[in-house]
């Protein structure tokens, strides 16, 4: 199993930003990725962005496209995501989530990955 621990969420005022971490502990030699997903109040869950251990790749929503920034510590087993110029359609529970080696379908695809953290909220006020 992989454990996933999030932190960074907060409270700001619309066009500042924040520094989300997810931390990945246990076995994340069986993981190739990780992932960013939010889901806001009433609506479905929807993927952010994500980014493989290996290489340089990098995907994005187009709703956060130029505005996040997704990066990785390998030796530290971590993934941040650099939120900037914030607004308050992006207020949601922001949740880390790690795909298996296994894994199939793209890194936009919810159904690959298979741990999740806890969330951790962001609210951007207006």
């Known amino acids: 199993q992989v454990q996933l621990v999030e932190s960074g969420g907060g409270f700001v005022q619309a066009g500042a930003s924040l520094r989300l971490s997810c931390a990945a502990s246990?076995?994340?030699?069986?993981?190739?990725?990780m992932g960013w997903f939010r889901q806001a109040p009433g609506k479905e869950r929807e993927f952010v962005a994500a980014?493989?251990?290996?290489?340089?790749?990098?995907y994005y929503a187009d709703s956060v496209k130029g505005r996040f920034t997704i990066s990785k510590d390998n030796a530290k087993n971590t993934v941040y995501l650099q939120m900037n110029s914030l607004k308050p359609e992006d207020t949601a529970v922001y949740y880390c989530?790690?795909?298996?080696?296994?894994?199939?379908?793209?890194?936009?695809?919810?159904?690959?990955?298979?741990?999740w953290g806890q969330g951790t909220q962001v609210t951007v006020s207006s």
């Open positions: 989530a790690a795909d298996r080696i296994s894994s199939s379908g793209s890194y936009y695809d919810e159904q690959r990955y298979k741990n």
């Open positions: 980014i493989p251990w290996r290489g340089s790749s990098t």
């Open positions: 246990g076995r994340t030699f069986l993981t190739s990725g």
